[in-house]
């Protein structure tokens, strides 16, 4: 855990913080993992069906991080953290009486108010973890973040693993019903959160979102269509395009979130060796690079391999862009962090929802958009060496 001031962050809170976020990350990727069974029978869904089932998650999680803002200065964050936490309970109840529905438009319509009850509970809660973070460890909050969103990385990589376990053995359901409590238990401990200073309600601010939140915004979103991309097709893309097993696909899957999670870590804990501001200058380039060279390859184990290196290539990016945002608007840290977490879903929705209608039109394939993607790299790259020259000194410098 980041190191922190005279003042030790109290403990139960932590505890919450960091589990509520390895949740949400399970959660997050449960459609992702869930790919190859739904688009068989009893669901058999088409690609674009498949692809819808993430536009209501968009649309939720826009709504739920644009409102974190005012949320948090009415409820505190112990009440934005509370409606997150319910908002994902909601979702997990409606998944999984889809689940035990069978195939059917009833089936269909509830795993559209899964995604859009997931989509807000991300929004929430993400807005109010990234943000309870920086409080809980005031003198190293660019490292509590990026610690935190290493937490949901490795719930978003060993999600698939644990489904493709659980469906090996019983109902595949039997796993959304475990996170289901998990988040139970999140709530139930969320009031531990109200003994960290800051996190009360506060009067809102008349004061406008700076231009430049806005300019962090843009460029989330377009590195989110590059995580979209890579995350939420790439067991499809392993196991339909590539003729792999689907133990192979899930691997693929948990290949990028895993290799995500561990270079955050790795990153995060080699900063006098790797400097922060060249890894996160140059990590765009990286990702075009990958973009380029998945569609060139066929076996599966060379794929999982590149799927790895592309969690590598993405691990900085977003919780850096997240730590400066908020660092240089400490008097608007929720609405910082919603609005940028509204800017990755946003992204995220692009990334996965688009890539749908795009295969079932025949206007590309999934090699193709892979290839075409490498073009978000090279746009990220002069827009991260623009936010490192201009970068304003408000707070305490990343670690």
């Not at 005031?138 to 469906?167: E, F, H, K, Q, R």
């Not at 139930?188 to 959160?193: I, Q």
């Not at 066929?298 to 850096?320: E, N």
Request: net charge positive; with cysteine; charged share 5%.
């Amino acid at each position: 855990m980041p190191a922190t001031s005279r003042r030790s962050a109290p403990l139960p809170a932590t505890f919450t913080i960091y589990a509520a976020g390895f949740a949400q990350g399970c959660a997050f990727v449960l459609i992702p993992a869930l790919g190859t069974i739904l688009k068989t029978a009893p669901y058999g869904l088409s690609n674009a069906s498949y692809g819808t089932l993430f536009l209501p998650e968009t649309l939720g999680a826009l709504i739920g991080a644009v409102l974190a803002g005012r949320i948090a200065q009415r409820f505190g964050l112990v009440g934005l953290l509370r409606f997150g936490l319910l908002a994902n309970i909601a979702a997990l109840a409606f998944l999984i009486t889809g689940a035990l529905a069978g195939g059917s438009v009833v089936t269909f319509a509830l795993f559209l108010l899964e995604t859009a009850c997931l989509g807000a509970g991300f929004g929430l809660t993400l807005a109010a973890v990234n943000d309870a973070a920086t409080l809980l460890f005031p003198a190293g909050a660019s490292a509590a973040v990026t610690v935190l969103n290493a937490v949901i990385g490795g719930g978003t990589a060993i999600s698939p693993l644990i489904l493709a376990a659980v469906t090996a053995h019983t109902a595949w359901w039997a796993w959304p019903v475990a996170l289901l409590l998990v988040f139970v238990g999140a709530a139930a401990l969320s009031g531990s959160l109200s003994e960290v200073p800051g996190t009360a309600a506060r009067t809102a601010s008349a004061a406008r979102m700076p231009a430049r939140l806005w300019w962090y915004a843009g460029i989330v979103v377009i590195y989110a269509i590059c995580e979209g991309t890579f995350g939420s097709w790439a067991s499809i893309f392993v196991h339909t395009d590539r003729g792999g097993t689907a133990a192979q696909g899930a691997f693929a899957l948990s290949a990028f979130w895993g290799a995500m999670t561990l270079a955050r870590i790795g990153f995060g804990s080699a900063t006098k060796w790797l400097p922060p501001k060249r890894i996160y200058a140059y990590s765009p380039l990286a990702i075009a690079l990958v973009f380029v060279t998945v569609p060139l390859m066929h076996g599966a184990g060379a794929l999982i391999l590149l799927f790895a290196l592309a969690g590598v290539a993405c691990s900085y990016f977003f919780p850096f862009s997240m730590a400066f945002a908020i660092e240089e608007n400490p008097a608007q840290r929720a609405a910082a962090s919603g609005l940028l977490v509204a800017a990755l879903m946003a992204g995220e929705g692009i990334g996965s929802y688009a890539l749908g209608p795009l295969q079932s039109a025949h206007v590309l394939t999934l090699g193709a958009i892979y290839r075409t993607s490498a073009l978000w790299g090279v746009l990220l790259f002069p827009a991260a060496w623009w936010i490192l020259r201009t970068k304003q000194h408000n707070a305490v410098a990343p670690a």
